[in-house]
């Protein structure tokens, strides 16, 4: 079964420490995995996109990695700040035509002062 | 547009009663996904389209839910007869043909009582 699943199911941390978000994917075929971000109330903005060649992509504090023989990745935030508190929700494309999507159940972060 | 506009931002039904979203992708954007998200929770994949065509339509349920994208309108996602268990917010996503970076709108509200 195509499934993306993520841990920690939520997450509180102190403003100005780091985190890791996990993903662990069994979709196939595999086309390429993306971050995103949803901030409460409005609709999910991608953060980083990586395909099966890339290992890493960063966007600023935000650092993906890609392990395609494990089928997993993470997505760790540098530094966060209370504008960080969001929910993160890993997205894998599946298939060879690029517009089938399966997505992960998220991960609640909440960053206190 | 530059953005994925939804409309209404927020929706209040009766049980048994009509429910029509609407979805205006972005210019030049020919694919659109609904989904619909319960309680901040999974995102639910329902329909695409590819212009005015169905792509995938795997997460519509069979009764009550109905959806089209003409062309010069808004795309909409009908539910006769609503639920309470249709209370969710429905995203819409649009992409470009050739890449599949979704853009979300900001979702409707939809609360059956």
């Known amino acids: 079964k195509n499934q993306v699943e993520q841990s920690p199911q939520s997450l509180i941390i102190l403003e100005g420490k780091n985190c890791t978000l996990q993903c662990n994917y069994t979709v196939s075929p595999f086309s390429n995995l993306r971050w995103y971000k949803q901030d409460t109330g409005r609709g999910p903005v991608s953060l980083t996109i990586m395909t099966f060649s890339e290992n890493t992509k960063s966007n600023g504090r935000y650092t993906a990695t890609l392990d395609a023989d494990t089928k997993q990745s993470s997505l760790h935030i540098t530094a966060s700040q209370l504008s960080d508190s969001a929910s993160y929700i890993c997205?894998?494309?599946?298939?060879?035509?690029?517009?089938?999507?399966?997505f992960g159940p998220g991960t609640r972060l909440s960053v206190l002062p | 547009g530059e953005e994925v506009a939804q409309t209404p931002k927020h929706l209040v039904r009766g049980e048994g009663q009509k429910a029509k979203l609407y979805c205006a992708p972005i210019?030049?954007?020919?694919?659109v996904f609904w989904y619909q998200q319960v309680l901040k929770n999974e995102f639910k994949f329902l329909i695409s389209?590819?212009?005015?065509?169905?792509?995938?339509e795997t997460g519509m349920p069979k009764e009550r839910f109905s959806a089209k994208c003409l062309p010069n309108s808004p795309c909409s996602l009908e539910i006769q007869a609503t639920k309470l268990e249709d209370s969710a917010v429905y995203f819409c996503?649009?992409?470009?043909?050739?890449?599949?970076?979704?853009?979300f709108g900001p979702g409707t509200r939809l609360t059956v009582l």
């Open positions: 996503a649009s992409s470009q043909p050739g890449t599949d970076t979704q853009y």
């Open positions: 997205v894998v494309t599946m298939g060879h035509y690029g517009q089938n999507f399966v």
């Open positions: 389209f590819q212009n005015e065509n169905v792509f995938d």
């Open positions: 210019k030049g954007h020919s694919y």
